[in-house]
């Protein structure tokens, strides 16, 4: 599966899905949707709308990828993970299915992800695209709106080595009609969205155009929560509204969430304002989103994120050097199909590193990864597992101190405080 292997796991195309659907009653016809694609932010972007639609009193069909710990994860409904008993009974049923077929890992997610909330009679899923857009499993869905976040490098090599041909497999989720949101407006990929939308006769919308987001200058929290100020065409909106997912990025995220709330509204969906500020406020507890910016220690302060591309790293790492903490100790892994030279560039040269790998057959060996990083001057050493790494961090860092654990999804997953705080 091409979480744990890369692009060997990756099958481009359509075929398999539209064959696994139609013997399954084609489940994706079945409710309404939301269709969210991007390089970063998607995942948070899904979870604060399906939070949204939760407070609004809807029924919640929510598929992103790829989980931490818990295959379950992927699938939830009003966030509750899809039950183990359902899965197991699923692929039972529908094995030969899979045998006629040869679907990918991912192929075979999304049918039961869509046959799943069909049954279950959802009033509406938020669907996360895993790679890409346009050949992407999750494409077979015709959705009420699309959503796009954020176009950054990463998996260059399936998707293309500029931003326009990245850009452009996203612009795959947009369907003839389907009015288009775009979060953040970025000069070199703006006119692929339109050129795109036009062909397709869809209404696009540049959500930062209608909605901006920022939070109050003052410190965060325990909580790692601040207050948001948001503006609607420059005008106050939500005045003291906060957002329960505490990373500064997330101001890049709110505004095509908030757009995208517009336009379901327009096609009949009664979303108050109240209902927005507790979606935004608990979308942690309502979800179950782990992993973004989540704090699980104090003194030192312990602070995980799986920001794992040049983008999300960069923006995790202006964060950090905004913490009045002294030293900071970072626990780092990171996937060996990654431009790993890029991602060491942006990390603090004063830290202080730990580097691991995660159990996984894709992680890059930590020996490698630290021989790496002494190159491009960062100081540290290989530890044999992300928990020895943890360990050693957390033991050598003063209370006044931050500790980071970052540098990809699966080293973050293996952080057992995010399942027992």
Same mark, same amino acid.
């Given at each position: !599966? ?11 195309? #359509?075929?398999?899905?539209?064959? #696994? ?6 489940? &994706? *016809? ?66 030969? @299915? ?9 192929? !075979? ?15 509406? $899923?938020?669907?996360?695209?895993? @790679?890409?857009?346009? =050949? ?5 869905? +015709? ?19 500029? @931003? %326009? ?20 407006? *970025? ?13 397709? @006769?869809?209404?696009?919308? !540049? ?8 939070? $109050?200058?003052?410190?965060? %929290?325990? +909580? ?5 100020? =948001? ?26 969430? #908030?757009?995208? #709330?517009? &336009? ?35 003194? %030192? ?19 950090? *050097? ?24 942006? =990390? ?16 890059? /060996? ?24 943890? /360990? ?7 209370? &006044? ?12 997953? &293996?952080?057992?405080?995010?399942? +027992?705080?």
């Amino acid at each position: !599966m091409f979480q744990r292997v890369g692009a060997a796991g990756f099958k481009k195309g #359509l075929g398999n899905t539209e064959a #696994l659907v139609a013997a399954l009653g084609h489940p &994706e *016809q079945q409710f309404r949707s939301v269709h969210v694609a991007g390089t970063n932010g998607k995942g948070s972007s899904s979870h604060l709308l399906a939070a949204v639609l939760q407070a609004a009193g809807y029924k919640v069909g929510l598929y992103t990828s790829p989980h931490l710990r818990e295959f379950t994860e992927r699938i939830k409904i009003n966030g509750q993970e899809l039950p183990p008993d359902y899965l197991v009974q699923w692929v039972a049923r529908w094995r030969p @299915l899979f045998e006629e077929v040869q679907p990918s890992f991912f192929e !075979m997610c999304v049918a039961l992800a869509f046959a799943y909330f069909a049954e279950q009679r959802v009033d509406v $899923a938020i669907v996360e695209v895993g @790679l890409g857009g346009r =050949l992407d499993s999750t494409n077979v869905i +015709t959705p009420l709106v699309s959503l796009i976040t954020n176009i950054s490098f990463d998996h260059q090599a399936l998707l293309g080595d500029t @931003l %326009p041909e990245i850009a452009s497999q996203k612009a795959g989720i947009i369907k003839p009609g389907v009015p288009v949101v775009v979060s953040q407006t *970025q000069p070199e990929v703006a006119p692929v969205f339109a050129r795109e939308a036009a062909a397709k @006769l869809a209404h696009l919308v !540049m959500a930062d155009h209608i909605y901006q987001a920022a939070f $109050a200058a003052e410190p965060a %929290p325990a +909580t790692g929560l601040r207050p948001l100020v =948001l503006t609607q065409h420059g005008r106050p909106y939500l005045p003291n509204a906060e957002l329960g997912l505490a990373g500064d990025y997330q101001r890049f995220n709110l505004p095509g969430v #908030l757009a995208t #709330l517009d &336009e379901l509204r327009a096609q009949g969906f009664r979303v108050t304002e109240a209902a927005v500020r507790t979606g935004l406020r608990q979308v942690v507890p309502l979800t179950g989103l782990r992993g973004r910016w989540s704090i699980i220690g104090q003194s %030192p302060l312990v602070v995980c994120d799986t920001g794992h591309n040049v983008a999300g790293l960069r923006s995790v790492v202006a964060q950090l *050097q905004r913490l009045p903490n002294q030293q900071l100790h970072a626990v780092i892994g990171v996937v060996n199909d990654k431009d790993v030279t890029s991602l060491l560039t942006l =990390l603090p040269p004063t830290g202080t590193y730990y580097f691991c790998a995660a159990n996984i057959p894709r992680a890059l /060996a930590a020996e490698e990864l630290a021989r790496q990083a002494a190159a491009a001057g960062l100081s540290g050493r290989a530890y044999d597992s992300v928990a020895a790494a943890v /360990a050693a961090a957390r033991t050598a860092a003063a209370p &006044e101190d931050v500790v980071f654990i970052g540098g990809s999804t699966f080293v973050v997953a &293996e952080v057992n405080e995010l399942y +027992t705080n």
